[in-house]
C-alpha cells in the first residue's frame, strides 16, 4: 500500500454506508496497520464469536497518548517473533489527514463504553471487527466503480 491509496481509501471510507464509528474504527486500523506496517492479524480478531485474551489485542492493549504523538500497542503473538512473545509497538504521529495518532484519538472516543477486556477493535454491533470482514470492507470500499 501507498500513501496514495491510503488517502483513496480515506475517501472511499468517508462515502461508505455504514455507522460514523464503524468508518472511524476501520480508518484507524487501516493506518495503524500502514504506519506500524503490521499485519491484520497482529490487531484484529481472528473470529467474531470467540476470542482468546492471550492473543487477540484487546482493548487495554492500546494507549493513545495524543500529547506526545504517539500509539502504544501491546501486541501478544507478533508474526515476526518465532516464539511469539509479546512486545510494545509505538506508533507515531505524521501530523495531516493520514495520523494514525489523530485517527486512534477519535476511535477512542467512539469506544469509549467498549470492556478493557474485549477485543480493542468492535463494530457499532458489538462484534469484534475481524481480518475477514475487515478485508471485505476494503474490498467493498475499493471496488472499481
Not at 517473533?81 to 485517527?103: E, K, L, N
Not at 486512534?104 to 469506544?111: D, L, R, T
Amino acid at each position: 500500500m501507498t500513501t496514495d491509496i491510503l488517502r483513496l481509501l480515506k475517501s472511499r471510507l468517508a462515502q461508505w454506508e455504514a455507522s460514523k464509528g464503524d468508518k472511524i474504527t476501520a480508518w484507524t486500523v487501516s493506518t495503524l496497520l500502514f504506519h506500524g506496517v503490521l499485519r491484520g492479524g497482529e490487531l484484529l480478531a481472528k473470529q467474531a464469536g470467540q476470542f482468546d485474551k492471550a492473543t487477540v489485542l484487546l482493548k487495554r492493549d492500546i494507549a493513545v497518548q495524543k500529547e506526545q504523538g504517539v500509539v502504544r500497542l501491546r501486541l501478544k503473538a507478533p508474526k515476526e517473533d518465532g516464539d511469539r512473545r509479546a512486545t510494545v509497538v509505538d506508533i507515531y504521529s505524521v501530523g495531516g489527514a493520514m495520523c494514525p495518532v489523530a485517527a486512534a484519538a477519535k476511535w477512542e472516543k467512539v469506544a469509549r463504553g467498549q470492556a478493557e477486556e474485549e477485543p480493542a477493535f468492535q463494530l457499532q454491533s458489538g462484534w469484534p471487527l475481524t481480518t475477514a470482514k475487515f478485508n471485505g470492507i476494503l474490498k467493498e470500499v475499493m471496488k472499481e466503480e
